[in-house]
């Protein structure tokens, strides 16, 4: 099965080039998020967003850490026309959410091993 590639717009999906909202961080989540699953490559373009905050990107990205290894979001999801500044504040949300999801991961092992049982979520 060949993988298609989705371009999809920051601004479109959310209707406001000010992306500082975690509703909105969530919208661009639902969006892409079933797409990757999926084993196709989106390609998001920050065209024409004006101003971005890690509350945004959070939900957005970061959350995708938690479903998915960072091989396959990297293979998935493609982050294009950013700007510098974007770049900075997309490896920053990017790092932290490896961090959380690494963590995550060491707790959950933590209570196996404590418990004796396997911790269903």
Same mark, same amino acid.
Request: net charge negative; aromatic share 10%.
């Given at each position: 099965?060949?993988?298609?590639?989705?371009?999809?717009?920051?601004?479109?999906?959310?209707?406001? @080039?000010?992306?500082?909202?975690?509703?909105?961080?969530?919208?661009?989540?639902?969006?892409?998020? @079933?797409?990757?699953?999926?084993?196709?490559?989106?390609?998001?373009?920050?065209?024409?967003?004006?101003?971005?905050?890690?509350?945004?990107?959070? @939900?957005?990205?970061?959350?995708?850490?938690?479903?998915?290894?960072?091989?396959?979001?990297?293979?998935?999801?493609? &982050?294009?026309?950013?700007? @510098?500044?974007?770049?900075?504040?997309?490896?920053?949300?990017?790092?932290?959410?490896?961090?959380?999801?690494?963590?995550?991961?060491?707790?959950?092992?933590?209570?196996?091993? &404590?418990?004796?049982?396997?911790?269903?979520?």
């Amino acid at each position: 099965m060949s993988k298609e590639t989705f371009e999809m717009s920051i601004v479109g999906i959310i209707n406001n @080039p000010i992306c500082t909202s975690v509703a909105d961080g969530e919208k661009v989540y639902d969006r892409i998020c @079933p797409i990757i699953e999926d084993g196709n490559i989106v390609k998001l373009s920050f065209a024409g967003v004006r101003y971005i905050i890690s509350a945004f990107l959070n @939900p957005a990205f970061g959350k995708l850490y938690l479903r998915f290894d960072q091989d396959y979001i990297r293979e998935h999801l493609k &982050a294009v026309n950013t700007t @510098p500044e974007q770049r900075s504040i997309i490896k920053e949300v990017v790092e932290n959410a490896k961090f959380y999801a690494a963590s995550k991961e060491e707790a959950k092992e933590a209570r196996i091993d &404590a418990s004796g049982f396997k911790d269903e979520e």
